[in-house]
């Protein structure tokens, strides 16, 4: 199986990544950060180095759905390409931070991608407030995301949330500021519990709708 977590940045999905993998014996499949050779000069400067970025991030996770298509394991995975796509790079065009030609360009490769890739068998959307997000963010401390834009993380929020009504594969919802999964085992149970559910058709009698 394909499960994938979906989530602004500062959500908590790497947190989340981790704790399911162990907790069921998945296969974790981590976002390209720490190495990632555009990132830092993006945070500094995203109009220059938007294409670069998403490019980068475009091709990784292009491969990884490669992988995990001919992989025998289930598979959990941090952030997917249908958020580059759908999110990131629209997020970007939009505010003006990445020109048209390099948009139709990211758009066309995108679309050939995708007559190649199926949907998760499961997808997991951490929603959460910007306040939640930006202290997060602050909270773990990466130097180059101090510098974000916070209309930048609201862009982000607003095309989330138009993508996810439209998903049409199967989908939990965690809210984010209320469901502390790091920090809290209950909360964690719940999150587990909705998964049984959704994967096995077991269903806890006070876990009956999404947290």
Sequence with gaps: ???????????????LTKMLAHRYG???????????????DFYADMKRWS????????????????????????I????????????????????????????????????LMMSLVRLPDLMIYIR?????????????????????????????EARYEEWIK???GQLLVIDGDNCKFGDNPEHFKQVTDMIDAKLYGLFPMDTASDV
Aim: some cysteine; charged content about 25%; overall charge negative.
């Design 51 to 74: 294409f670069n970025l998403q490019i980068y991030f475009l091709n990784k996770r292009f491969k990884e759905v490669v992988e995990i298509s001919q992989s025998d394991e289930t």
């Design 128 to 156: 959460s407030s910007i306040p939640t997000l930006v202290a997060q963010i602050q909270k773990r401390g990466r130097e180059y995301e101090q510098t974000m834009r916070l209309d930048y993380l609201q862009g982000l």
């Design 26 to 40: 998945w296969t974790p499949r981590f976002e390209p950060v720490d190495n990632n050779p555009y990132l830092a």
């Design 76 to 111: 959990i995975q941090d952030r997917t390409i249908f958020e580059d796509a759908c999110i990131f790079a629209p997020n970007l065009h939009g505010q003006g931070m990445m020109s048209d030609r390099d948009f139709a360009n990211y758009k066309d490769l995108f679309d």
């Design 166 to 168: 439209g998903y049409k």
């Design 1 to 15: 199986m394909h499960i994938a977590v979906a989530g602004n940045i500062g959500s908590g999905k790497t947190t």
